[in-house]
T-cell receptor
């Protein structure tokens, strides 16, 4: 099956802890994105990467970090600096350079203990 | 930043009726897309309309775009229970960096 997988489905974070959300795609897509969704709201862009070993901050990057060492993987770390991390996190990818549609993973719900 | 705003926030209709939702945006765009999200799931792409198009159809979906009014509408005809979901418009700005700006969505409930 081709697609985007995110793990875990649910993640619990303790005070002061860094946690990492996994995003993997086997679509051979160059671009990948991380979004945050709060209840009743749309998606806000955290980070995005157009190519391996390169990434840019989105609208709400503070308290988050990413890496893009492999084309198929774009993990997101929620650091202790993110004071309000409880949200639904969605990863997406986009294919060829002029293809505008984004394909989304199933999401990870992060909760604070 | 969130550029699109959907209206209404929520919509409840009977199975078989049509559902219409609107999206307004602020800056010039390359294209506008509509996505669907079932509760607790990821988003699924429905349809893309480019800035030089006025109307597009895909199955039971009809999308219109009025760039002079900076608005778009999504019509779902002959709705089914399976259409119950949140619908989001997403705009791609003319800066062409392929980032999408999402609105807050319209939650549609189709009653059997």
């Amino acid at each position: 099956d081709g697609g985007i997988t995110q793990s875990p489905k649910y993640l619990f974070r303790k005070e002061g802890q860094n946690v990492t959300l996994s995003c993997e795609q086997n679509l051979n897509h160059d671009a990948m994105y991380w979004y945050r969704q709060d209840p009743g709201q749309g998606l806000r862009l955290i980070y995005y990467s157009q190519i391996v070993n390169d990434f840019q901050k989105g609208d709400i990057a503070e308290g988050y970090s990413v890496s893009r060492e492999k084309k198929e993987s774009f993990p997101l770390t929620v650091t202790s600096a993110q004071k309000n991390p409880t949200a639904f996190y969605l990863c997406a990818s986009r294919g060829a350079q002029y293809q505008e549609t984004q394909y989304f993973g199933p999401g990870t719900r992060l909760l604070v203990l | 930043s969130q550029q699109g705003e959907e209206d209404p926030q929520a919509l409840s209709i009977q199975e078989g009726e049509n559902a219409t939702m609107n999206c307004s945006y602020k800056t010039s765009i390359n294209n506008l897309q509509w996505y669907r999200q079932n509760s607790g799931r990821g988003l699924v792409h429905l349809i893309l309309i480019r800035s030089n198009e006025r109307e597009k159809h895909s199955g039971r979906l009809r999308v219109t775009l009025d760039t002079s009014k900076k608005s778009s509408s999504l019509l779902i005809t002959a709705s089914r229970a399976a259409d119950t979901a949140s619908y989001f418009c997403a705009t791609s700005p003319r800066s062409n960096d392929y980032k999408l700006s999402f609105g807050a969505g319209t939650t549609v409930t189709v009653r059997a």
